[in-house]
């Protein structure tokens, strides 16, 4: 009988670390692990993805983004001057000056407050930096 339990004994040392993990892999793979508790939310990675090129950023984003950044380095001022010489180095950019120059009044009252960043406001783009700054405030 002793020999019998030995058997049963090495027989379920074997196979029960790879019964446990196997159930442990099982059970972590089948969690939600979103937080949100259905399956819709898993993410998953996709070979679809990888062959298709990042979208390129059309250039009075780029240029919104660059002035947003030197707003915050600088000031609105020199963002402002940048602008203008960017709208007339690139007349293409004209019809985006108004929004980019909203765009900065908005991010300098943001960051500077309404009374300090009405003080950077100039004639660039007719007056849509002081409109950024009064609908910011």
């Known amino acids: 009988m002793t020999h019998t339990a030995r058997r049963i004994g090495r ?6 670390p790879v019964v446990l993990v196997l159930s442990g892999t099982l059970a972590v793979s089948a969690v ?11 993410l998953t990675a996709s070979s679809e993805d990888v ?10 984003d780029i240029l919104r983004d660059r002035l947003l950044a030197e707003l915050q380095e600088k000031d609105p001022g020199t963002a402002l001057t940048h602008l203008q010489r960017e709208v007339e180095n690139s007349p293409s950019l004209a019809k985006h000056c108004m929004s980019i120059a909203r765009s900065l009044g908005k991010a300098a009252v943001r960051h500077y407050g309404p009374t300090r960043a009405q003080s950077y ?5 007719d007056t849509s930096f002081a409109t950024g700054v009064m609908y910011a405030s």
């Open 11 to 16: 027989s379920l040392a074997l196979v029960l």
């Open 32 to 42: 939600p692990w979103t937080g949100q508790g259905s399956d819709d939310q898993m």
């Open 51 to 60: 062959s298709v090129p990042a979208k390129s950023r059309a250039p009075q």
């Open 121 to 125: 406001s100039r004639p660039v783009c």
